[in-house]
Protein backbone atom coordinates (compact mmCIF):
# COMPACT_ATOMS: atom_id res chain seq x y z
CA UNK A 1 0.00 0.00 0.00
CA UNK A 2 1.40 3.29 -0.80
CA UNK A 3 0.10 7.11 0.22
CA UNK A 4 -1.44 7.58 -3.48
CA UNK A 5 -3.02 4.50 -3.57
CA UNK A 6 -4.58 4.21 -1.08
CA UNK A 7 -8.03 5.36 -1.57
CA UNK A 8 -8.37 7.55 1.77
CA UNK A 9 -11.74 7.92 1.93
CA UNK A 10 -13.77 9.39 4.69
CA UNK A 11 -16.74 6.70 4.93
CA UNK A 12 -16.87 7.63 8.77
CA UNK A 13 -18.74 9.91 10.35
CA UNK A 14 -16.34 12.54 12.23
CA UNK A 15 -17.46 12.85 15.66
CA UNK A 16 -16.33 15.51 17.46
CA UNK A 17 -13.50 15.18 19.93
CA UNK A 18 -13.46 17.20 23.30
CA UNK A 19 -13.30 21.16 22.98
CA UNK A 20 -10.56 22.79 24.47
CA UNK A 21 -9.98 26.43 24.19
CA UNK A 22 -6.25 28.11 23.71
CA UNK A 23 -5.37 31.84 24.27
CA UNK A 24 -2.09 33.40 23.32
CA UNK A 25 -0.76 36.08 25.39
CA UNK A 26 2.71 37.51 23.37
CA UNK A 27 4.62 39.26 25.57
CA UNK A 28 7.55 38.42 27.87
CA UNK A 29 9.36 40.98 30.42
CA UNK A 30 12.87 39.79 28.25
CA UNK A 31 13.29 37.61 25.27
CA UNK A 32 15.26 34.04 26.16
CA UNK A 33 17.49 33.27 24.08
CA UNK A 34 16.59 29.98 23.46
CA UNK A 35 13.05 30.37 22.56
CA UNK A 36 11.37 30.39 19.70
CA UNK A 37 7.62 30.91 20.60
CA UNK A 38 5.44 33.90 19.31
CA UNK A 39 6.90 36.02 22.33
CA UNK A 40 7.98 39.44 22.15
CA UNK A 41 9.96 41.62 25.15
CA UNK A 42 8.18 44.13 26.86
CA UNK A 43 9.04 47.94 25.16
CA UNK A 44 6.18 49.73 27.20
CA UNK A 45 3.25 49.22 28.97
CA UNK A 46 1.15 46.00 27.47
CA UNK A 47 -2.04 47.35 25.61
CA UNK A 48 -4.08 44.54 27.83
CA UNK A 49 -7.61 46.41 27.91
CA UNK A 50 -7.13 46.77 23.47
CA UNK A 51 -5.94 43.10 23.68
CA UNK A 52 -8.87 41.44 26.06
CA UNK A 53 -11.36 43.48 23.71
CA UNK A 54 -9.52 41.83 20.29
CA UNK A 55 -9.32 38.19 21.75
CA UNK A 56 -13.06 38.35 22.89
CA UNK A 57 -13.65 39.97 18.83
CA UNK A 58 -11.67 37.01 17.91
CA UNK A 59 -13.80 33.97 19.71
CA UNK A 60 -16.91 35.83 18.33
CA UNK A 61 -15.45 35.37 14.70
CA UNK A 62 -14.40 31.41 15.42
CA UNK A 63 -17.77 30.82 17.07
CA UNK A 64 -19.52 29.15 14.03
CA UNK A 65 -17.03 26.63 14.19
CA UNK A 66 -18.05 25.31 17.30
CA UNK A 67 -21.17 25.91 18.09
CA UNK A 68 -23.27 24.21 20.27
CA UNK A 69 -20.51 22.26 21.88
CA UNK A 70 -18.70 22.24 25.14
CA UNK A 71 -14.54 23.92 26.41
CA UNK A 72 -13.54 21.13 28.60
CA UNK A 73 -10.00 23.44 28.84
CA UNK A 74 -8.74 26.54 28.76
CA UNK A 75 -4.89 27.10 28.35
CA UNK A 76 -3.41 30.63 28.96
CA UNK A 77 0.02 30.18 26.91
CA UNK A 78 2.75 32.38 25.63
CA UNK A 79 4.52 34.60 26.08
CA UNK A 80 4.04 35.16 29.81
CA UNK A 81 0.59 34.96 30.81
CA UNK A 82 1.32 35.92 34.06
CA UNK A 83 2.11 39.12 33.10
CA UNK A 84 -1.69 40.43 32.50
CA UNK A 85 -3.23 41.63 35.80
CA UNK A 86 -6.37 39.00 37.26
CA UNK A 87 -8.83 41.42 36.46
CA UNK A 88 -7.58 40.91 32.50
CA UNK A 89 -7.76 37.15 33.19
CA UNK A 90 -11.01 37.49 34.52
CA UNK A 91 -12.20 39.98 31.71
CA UNK A 92 -10.88 37.30 29.44
CA UNK A 93 -12.99 33.96 30.98
CA UNK A 94 -15.57 36.08 31.65
CA UNK A 95 -16.05 37.14 28.14
CA UNK A 96 -15.41 33.28 26.92
CA UNK A 97 -17.85 31.32 29.17
CA UNK A 98 -20.56 33.79 28.19
CA UNK A 99 -20.20 32.52 24.61
CA UNK A 100 -19.24 29.23 25.13
CA UNK A 101 -19.96 26.97 27.35
CA UNK A 102 -18.02 25.49 29.93
CA UNK A 103 -18.08 22.31 31.71
CA UNK A 104 -18.25 22.09 35.15
CA UNK A 105 -14.49 21.39 36.64
CA UNK A 106 -13.00 22.55 33.81
CA UNK A 107 -9.30 22.84 33.58
CA UNK A 108 -7.93 26.70 33.03
CA UNK A 109 -4.64 26.79 33.40
CA UNK A 110 -2.23 29.79 33.48
CA UNK A 111 1.64 29.73 32.05
CA UNK A 112 3.73 31.81 34.58
CA UNK A 113 7.61 33.37 34.78
CA UNK A 114 8.50 33.07 38.35
CA UNK A 115 9.90 36.59 37.45
CA UNK A 116 6.52 38.21 37.74
CA UNK A 117 5.19 36.57 41.11
CA UNK A 118 3.86 39.06 43.72
CA UNK A 119 1.83 38.41 46.73
CA UNK A 120 -1.97 38.28 46.57
CA UNK A 121 -1.69 38.06 42.56
CA UNK A 122 -1.93 34.02 42.95
CA UNK A 123 -5.52 34.44 44.97
CA UNK A 124 -6.97 36.68 42.54
CA UNK A 125 -6.10 34.64 39.56
CA UNK A 126 -7.68 31.22 41.24
CA UNK A 127 -10.50 33.74 42.18
CA UNK A 128 -10.74 34.78 38.12
CA UNK A 129 -10.98 30.92 37.50
CA UNK A 130 -7.77 29.64 36.93
CA UNK A 131 -7.61 26.58 38.42
CA UNK A 132 -3.90 25.41 37.74
CA UNK A 133 -0.26 26.84 36.77
CA UNK A 134 2.14 26.00 34.71
CA UNK A 135 5.70 27.68 36.22
CA UNK A 136 8.59 28.08 33.82
CA UNK A 137 11.12 27.20 36.24
CA UNK A 138 13.84 25.97 33.59
CA UNK A 139 16.58 25.20 36.42
CA UNK A 140 17.32 25.86 40.61
CA UNK A 141 20.99 26.55 39.32
CA UNK A 142 21.44 30.61 39.15
CA UNK A 143 24.41 29.66 36.47
CA UNK A 144 22.30 28.12 34.37
CA UNK A 145 19.54 30.11 34.69
CA UNK A 146 22.13 33.38 34.07
CA UNK A 147 23.35 31.27 30.64
CA UNK A 148 19.33 30.94 29.85
CA UNK A 149 18.99 34.37 30.22
CA UNK A 150 15.67 34.12 32.79
CA UNK A 151 14.85 37.05 34.55
CA UNK A 152 14.38 35.32 37.99
CA UNK A 153 16.72 33.20 40.61
CA UNK A 154 16.30 29.66 42.18
CA UNK A 155 14.81 31.78 45.26
CA UNK A 156 12.60 33.58 43.06
CA UNK A 157 11.35 30.53 41.80
CA UNK A 158 11.07 28.26 44.85
CA UNK A 159 9.19 31.24 46.72
CA UNK A 160 6.81 31.48 43.58
CA UNK A 161 5.88 27.67 43.80
CA UNK A 162 5.11 28.40 47.61
CA UNK A 163 3.25 31.38 47.36
CA UNK A 164 1.09 29.91 44.92
CA UNK A 165 0.32 26.78 46.82
CA UNK A 166 -0.05 29.35 49.47
CA UNK A 167 -3.04 31.12 47.75
CA UNK A 168 -5.03 27.90 47.50
CA UNK A 169 -3.67 26.39 44.11
CA UNK A 170 -3.15 22.76 44.14
CA UNK A 171 -2.75 21.95 40.76
CA UNK A 172 0.73 22.58 39.55
CA UNK A 173 3.17 22.30 36.89
CA UNK A 174 6.55 22.75 36.65
CA UNK A 175 8.66 23.35 33.47
CA UNK A 176 12.34 21.98 33.61
CA UNK A 177 14.77 22.25 30.58
CA UNK A 178 17.50 19.76 30.44
CA UNK A 179 21.09 19.13 28.73
CA UNK A 180 21.61 23.01 29.36
CA UNK A 181 25.03 25.18 28.66
CA UNK A 182 27.12 23.88 31.52
CA UNK A 183 25.25 21.12 33.12
CA UNK A 184 25.93 17.59 33.92
CA UNK A 185 24.74 14.51 35.22
CA UNK A 186 24.46 15.75 38.88
CA UNK A 187 23.44 19.46 38.27
CA UNK A 188 20.02 18.25 36.58
CA UNK A 189 19.42 15.46 39.17
CA UNK A 190 19.45 18.10 41.37
CA UNK A 191 16.84 20.30 39.50
CA UNK A 192 14.69 17.33 39.11
CA UNK A 193 15.17 16.95 43.05
CA UNK A 194 14.48 20.34 43.75
CA UNK A 195 11.65 20.48 42.14
CA UNK A 196 10.14 17.29 43.41
CA UNK A 197 10.36 18.60 46.76
CA UNK A 198 8.02 21.42 46.29
CA UNK A 199 5.44 18.55 45.13
CA UNK A 200 4.01 19.69 42.59
CA UNK A 201 1.30 17.67 40.41
CA UNK A 202 2.69 17.50 37.13
CA UNK A 203 6.74 18.09 35.82
CA UNK A 204 7.35 18.81 32.44
CA UNK A 205 11.03 17.74 31.81
CA UNK A 206 12.34 19.54 28.24
CA UNK A 207 15.70 18.72 26.39
CA UNK A 208 16.80 22.00 25.89
CA UNK A 209 16.24 22.60 21.43
CA UNK A 210 18.44 24.56 19.30
CA UNK A 211 15.52 26.43 17.46
CA UNK A 212 15.83 28.46 14.45
CA UNK A 213 15.66 31.82 14.51
CA UNK A 214 16.74 32.26 18.30
CA UNK A 215 20.00 33.57 19.45
CA UNK A 216 21.08 29.77 20.94
CA UNK A 217 20.75 28.71 17.54
CA UNK A 218 23.07 31.74 15.71
CA UNK A 219 25.86 31.17 18.39
CA UNK A 220 25.51 28.58 20.14
CA UNK A 221 26.61 28.62 23.85
CA UNK A 222 29.46 26.89 24.93
CA UNK A 223 29.02 23.69 27.10
CA UNK A 224 26.06 22.20 25.90
CA UNK A 225 26.40 18.13 26.90
CA UNK A 226 26.87 16.15 23.64
CA UNK A 227 24.05 13.51 23.05
CA UNK A 228 25.59 10.61 25.34
CA UNK A 229 25.38 13.03 28.06
CA UNK A 230 22.09 13.98 27.18
CA UNK A 231 20.75 11.30 27.06
CA UNK A 232 22.24 9.74 29.89
CA UNK A 233 20.57 12.61 31.69
CA UNK A 234 17.35 11.58 30.32
CA UNK A 235 17.33 8.64 31.29
CA UNK A 236 18.74 9.56 35.01
CA UNK A 237 16.02 12.08 35.57
CA UNK A 238 13.61 9.87 33.81
CA UNK A 239 14.12 6.95 36.62
CA UNK A 240 13.90 9.60 39.87
CA UNK A 241 10.85 10.96 38.67
CA UNK A 242 9.08 7.91 38.70
CA UNK A 243 10.75 6.92 41.94
CA UNK A 244 9.11 10.49 43.25
CA UNK A 245 5.22 9.27 41.71
CA UNK A 246 5.88 11.07 38.74
CA UNK A 247 4.10 8.55 35.97
CA UNK A 248 5.82 9.41 32.30
CA UNK A 249 2.73 10.00 30.10
CA UNK A 250 4.00 11.75 26.99
CA UNK A 251 8.04 12.65 25.83
CA UNK A 252 8.36 15.15 28.27
CA UNK A 253 5.44 15.10 30.57
CA UNK A 254 5.25 13.24 34.10
CA UNK A 255 2.23 13.58 36.33
CA UNK A 256 0.97 12.29 39.66
CA UNK A 257 -2.04 9.87 39.79
CA UNK A 258 -5.11 11.60 37.73
CA UNK A 259 -3.25 14.75 37.57
CA UNK A 260 -2.05 14.78 33.52
CA UNK A 261 -2.23 17.91 31.86
CA UNK A 262 -5.94 17.54 30.29
CA UNK A 263 -5.63 20.49 27.64
CA UNK A 264 -2.10 18.61 26.18
CA UNK A 265 -4.11 15.51 26.12
CA UNK A 266 -6.81 16.72 23.81
CA UNK A 267 -3.58 17.86 21.45
CA UNK A 268 -2.48 14.63 21.54
CA UNK A 269 -5.43 12.66 21.33
CA UNK A 270 -6.18 14.48 18.12
CA UNK A 271 -8.78 16.46 19.47
CA UNK A 272 -10.45 19.65 18.42
CA UNK A 273 -8.77 23.48 19.70
CA UNK A 274 -10.17 27.42 19.22
CA UNK A 275 -7.24 29.03 19.01
CA UNK A 276 -7.25 32.92 19.86
CA UNK A 277 -4.06 35.66 20.27
CA UNK A 278 -1.68 36.86 18.25
CA UNK A 279 -0.42 33.90 16.24
CA UNK A 280 -3.24 31.15 17.84
CA UNK A 281 -3.51 28.39 15.97
CA UNK A 282 -6.97 26.07 15.92
CA UNK A 283 -8.42 22.97 14.78
CA UNK A 284 -11.81 22.19 14.49
CA UNK A 285 -14.04 18.76 13.04
CA UNK A 286 -16.76 19.98 11.62
CA UNK A 287 -19.26 17.35 11.93
CA UNK A 288 -22.02 18.36 10.09
CA UNK A 289 -19.76 18.32 6.50
CA UNK A 290 -16.96 15.92 7.48
CA UNK A 291 -14.73 18.60 7.12
CA UNK A 292 -11.44 19.06 9.90
CA UNK A 293 -10.04 22.76 9.58
CA UNK A 294 -7.41 24.63 10.88
CA UNK A 295 -6.73 28.29 11.33
CA UNK A 296 -4.80 30.41 12.23
CA UNK A 297 -4.23 34.75 13.67
CA UNK A 298 -1.84 37.03 12.75
CA UNK A 299 1.50 36.79 14.69
CA UNK A 300 2.74 40.24 16.09
CA UNK A 301 0.39 41.64 18.48
CA UNK A 302 -0.18 44.67 16.73
CA UNK A 303 -1.45 43.53 13.61
CA UNK A 304 -3.53 41.01 15.67
CA UNK A 305 -5.20 44.06 17.64
CA UNK A 306 -5.58 45.97 14.48
CA UNK A 307 -7.30 42.90 12.74
CA UNK A 308 -8.85 40.84 15.50
CA UNK A 309 -12.60 39.94 14.67
CA UNK A 310 -12.47 41.32 11.09
CA UNK A 311 -11.43 38.60 8.19
CA UNK A 312 -8.09 40.13 8.28
CA UNK A 313 -7.68 38.30 11.58
CA UNK A 314 -7.76 35.41 9.97
CA UNK A 315 -4.55 35.08 8.64
CA UNK A 316 -5.19 31.29 7.03
CA UNK A 317 -7.18 28.91 6.71
CA UNK A 318 -7.20 25.31 5.17
CA UNK A 319 -8.44 21.70 5.57
CA UNK A 320 -6.92 18.65 6.82
CA UNK A 321 -7.83 16.58 3.61
CA UNK A 322 -8.70 12.75 4.49
CA UNK A 323 -4.97 11.66 3.22
CA UNK A 324 -3.72 14.29 5.58
CA UNK A 325 -5.18 12.66 8.69
CA UNK A 326 -4.03 9.45 9.67
CA UNK A 327 -0.21 11.38 9.62
CA UNK A 328 -1.79 13.71 12.01
CA UNK A 329 -3.51 11.70 13.94
CA UNK A 330 0.22 9.62 14.41
CA UNK A 331 2.26 12.85 15.20
CA UNK A 332 -0.01 13.37 17.64
CA UNK A 333 -1.13 10.07 19.17
CA UNK A 334 2.37 8.44 19.34
CA UNK A 335 3.62 11.17 21.75
CA UNK A 336 2.15 9.45 24.19
CA UNK A 337 3.06 6.01 25.80
CA UNK A 338 -0.75 4.53 25.95
CA UNK A 339 -0.92 5.15 22.22
CA UNK A 340 -3.98 5.14 20.73
CA UNK A 341 -7.38 3.50 20.51
CA UNK A 342 -8.76 2.77 16.84
CA UNK A 343 -12.25 3.84 17.67
CA UNK A 344 -10.62 7.17 18.30
CA UNK A 345 -8.72 7.37 14.89
CA UNK A 346 -12.46 6.37 13.05
CA UNK A 347 -14.13 8.63 14.93
CA UNK A 348 -11.69 11.63 14.41
CA UNK A 349 -10.12 11.12 11.23
CA UNK A 350 -13.40 10.09 9.86
CA UNK A 351 -11.47 6.94 8.04
CA UNK A 352 -12.12 3.35 8.97
CA UNK A 353 -9.07 1.61 10.62
CA UNK A 354 -8.48 -0.51 7.91
CA UNK A 355 -7.76 2.49 5.33
CA UNK A 356 -4.36 1.88 7.48
CA UNK A 357 -4.43 -1.47 7.83
CA UNK A 358 -1.43 -2.74 5.95
CA UNK A 359 0.95 -0.13 7.12
CA UNK A 360 -0.10 -0.66 10.94
CA UNK A 361 0.86 -4.32 10.02
CA UNK A 362 4.19 -3.77 8.49
CA UNK A 363 4.86 -1.50 11.65
CA UNK A 364 4.04 -3.92 14.22
CA UNK A 365 6.18 -6.42 12.20
CA UNK A 366 9.03 -4.37 12.46
CA UNK A 367 8.53 -3.98 16.45
CA UNK A 368 7.97 -0.25 15.96
CA UNK A 369 4.24 -0.36 17.45
CA UNK A 370 2.30 -3.02 19.41
CA UNK A 371 -1.14 -3.56 20.25
CA UNK A 372 -2.22 -3.66 23.78
CA UNK A 373 -5.16 -4.09 25.36
CA UNK A 374 -7.28 -2.72 21.99
CA UNK A 375 -4.49 -0.01 21.55
CA UNK A 376 -1.86 0.82 19.81
CA UNK A 377 1.04 2.38 20.74
CA UNK A 378 5.23 2.30 21.27
CA UNK A 379 7.13 -0.77 22.20
CA UNK A 380 7.52 -0.39 26.18
CA UNK A 381 11.37 -0.71 24.93
CA UNK A 382 10.64 2.85 23.05
CA UNK A 383 8.86 4.68 25.84
CA UNK A 384 11.92 3.00 28.47
CA UNK A 385 14.57 4.40 26.57
CA UNK A 386 12.42 7.21 25.74
CA UNK A 387 12.47 6.75 22.53
CA UNK A 388 10.30 9.04 20.38
CA UNK A 389 8.89 7.23 17.88
CA UNK A 390 7.55 9.89 15.27
CA UNK A 391 5.27 8.58 12.01
CA UNK A 392 6.44 11.39 9.71
CA UNK A 393 4.69 10.12 6.49
CA UNK A 394 2.31 7.57 7.47
CA UNK A 395 1.10 5.24 6.27
CA UNK A 396 4.23 4.36 4.20
CA UNK A 397 6.58 3.45 6.72
CA UNK A 398 10.01 2.00 5.64
CA UNK A 399 12.54 -0.04 6.74
CA UNK A 400 14.94 2.38 5.68
CA UNK A 401 16.76 4.96 7.56
CA UNK A 402 14.60 7.08 9.48
CA UNK A 403 14.66 10.74 9.57
CA UNK A 404 14.04 13.85 11.52
CA UNK A 405 12.45 15.70 14.54
CA UNK A 406 12.53 14.55 17.69
CA UNK A 407 12.85 17.37 19.67
CA UNK A 408 10.67 19.15 22.20
CA UNK A 409 7.55 20.03 19.93
CA UNK A 410 7.50 16.98 18.04
CA UNK A 411 6.98 19.12 14.98
CA UNK A 412 8.60 17.72 11.83
CA UNK A 413 10.17 19.03 9.11
CA UNK A 414 10.58 17.18 5.30
CA UNK A 415 13.85 14.70 5.35
CA UNK A 416 16.52 15.66 3.67
CA UNK A 417 18.29 12.83 1.92
CA UNK A 418 21.61 14.95 2.54
CA UNK A 419 21.48 15.58 6.59
CA UNK A 420 22.59 13.65 8.80
CA UNK A 421 21.27 12.97 12.37
CA UNK A 422 23.74 11.42 15.68
CA UNK A 423 22.34 8.10 17.53
CA UNK A 424 23.32 7.92 21.05
CA UNK A 425 25.43 5.35 22.03
CA UNK A 426 23.09 4.09 24.66
CA UNK A 427 19.64 4.50 22.22
CA UNK A 428 22.15 1.95 20.03
CA UNK A 429 22.81 -0.20 22.48
CA UNK A 430 19.27 -0.48 23.81
CA UNK A 431 18.83 -1.30 20.29
CA UNK A 432 15.75 -4.71 20.36
CA UNK A 433 16.80 -7.11 17.99
CA UNK A 434 13.94 -7.08 16.25
CA UNK A 435 14.18 -3.44 14.86
CA UNK A 436 17.12 -3.56 12.11
CA UNK A 437 20.56 -2.68 12.00
CA UNK A 438 19.50 0.11 9.39
CA UNK A 439 16.55 1.44 11.64
CA UNK A 440 19.42 2.17 14.44
CA UNK A 441 22.88 1.39 12.52
CA UNK A 442 24.85 -0.49 15.50
CA UNK A 443 28.44 0.65 14.36
CA UNK A 444 28.22 4.17 13.60
CA UNK A 445 26.76 7.34 15.54
CA UNK A 446 25.84 9.16 12.38
CA UNK A 447 22.80 8.13 10.81
CA UNK A 448 22.24 9.14 6.63
CA UNK A 449 18.93 9.55 5.26
CA UNK A 450 18.48 7.86 2.06
CA UNK A 451 14.78 7.87 2.06
CA UNK A 452 12.43 9.69 -0.24
CA UNK A 453 11.59 12.96 1.72
CA UNK A 454 7.76 12.80 1.20
CA UNK A 455 7.40 8.88 2.31
CA UNK A 456 10.25 8.51 5.18
CA UNK A 457 8.76 7.25 8.63
CA UNK A 458 11.24 7.95 11.36
CA UNK A 459 11.33 6.72 14.61
CA UNK A 460 14.13 8.35 16.65
CA UNK A 461 15.46 9.26 19.87
CA UNK A 462 15.11 11.88 21.10
CA UNK A 463 18.45 13.37 21.85
CA UNK A 464 18.84 12.92 17.93
CA UNK A 465 18.32 15.63 15.83
CA UNK A 466 18.53 17.46 12.63
CA UNK A 467 22.09 19.08 12.60
CA UNK A 468 22.12 23.12 12.46
C1 LIG B 1 5.90 29.30 26.51
S1 LIG B 1 7.10 28.72 27.62
C2 LIG B 1 6.38 28.97 29.22
C3 LIG B 1 6.23 29.93 30.22
C4 LIG B 1 6.94 31.20 30.43
N1 LIG B 1 6.96 31.95 29.23
C5 LIG B 1 8.33 30.98 30.95
O1 LIG B 1 9.21 30.79 30.14
O2 LIG B 1 8.51 31.05 32.16
C6 LIG B 1 6.91 26.99 27.70
C7 LIG B 1 8.07 26.17 28.12
O3 LIG B 1 8.72 25.63 26.98
C8 LIG B 1 10.04 25.28 27.32
N2 LIG B 1 10.92 25.76 26.24
C9 LIG B 1 10.90 26.94 25.61
N3 LIG B 1 11.86 26.98 24.66
C10 LIG B 1 12.50 25.80 24.69
C11 LIG B 1 13.60 25.22 23.97
N4 LIG B 1 14.23 25.90 23.01
N5 LIG B 1 14.00 23.96 24.28
C12 LIG B 1 13.35 23.26 25.25
N6 LIG B 1 12.32 23.75 25.96
C13 LIG B 1 11.90 25.00 25.70
C14 LIG B 1 10.36 25.98 28.63
O4 LIG B 1 10.49 25.01 29.65
C15 LIG B 1 9.17 26.86 28.87
O5 LIG B 1 8.85 27.01 30.22
S1 LIG C 1 10.81 31.02 27.39
FE1 LIG C 1 9.01 31.96 28.21
S2 LIG C 1 9.75 33.90 29.14
FE2 LIG C 1 11.34 33.20 27.78
S3 LIG C 1 10.89 34.31 25.86
FE3 LIG C 1 9.95 32.25 25.73
S4 LIG C 1 7.89 32.56 26.35
FE4 LIG C 1 9.06 34.36 27.07
Redesign the pocket.
Known amino acids: MSATATPFEATVALMPPPLSLYIHIPW ?1 VRK ?1 P ?4 N ?1 HGLKGAMPVDAYVAALLGDLDQDLPLAWGRTVHSVFF ?4 PSLFPPEAIGAILDGASARLRFAPGAEITL ?5 TAEHGRFRNYLAAGVNRL ?5 SFDDTCLKRLG ?1 IHDSAEADAAVKMAQDDGFDNINL ?3 YALPGQDRAMAEDDVARAVSLAPTHI ?1 H ?6 PN ?1 L ?1 FARPPRGLPDDDDAWAIQEHCQTMLADAGYAQYEISAYARPGRQCRHNLNYWGFGDYLGIGAGAHGKLSLGHDGRIVRRHKPRHPSAYIDAAGTPAGIAGEESVTPPQRPFEFMLNALRLLEGFDPAHFEQRTGLPIDSIGAALARAIDAGWLERLDGRIRPPPWASASTTTWSVCSWPEPTTSVPACNA ?2 GGIIGPCSSSSTWRVPTAARTSRPRSIPATVMPSTSKTVRCAVDPSRCCCAFPMTARCPP
Not at 77 to 80: I, P, Q
Not at 134 to 138: A, K
Not at 206 to 211: F, M
Open positions: CCYCDFSGGGTETNPGSFGVQRDLMSYQLTLETFSR
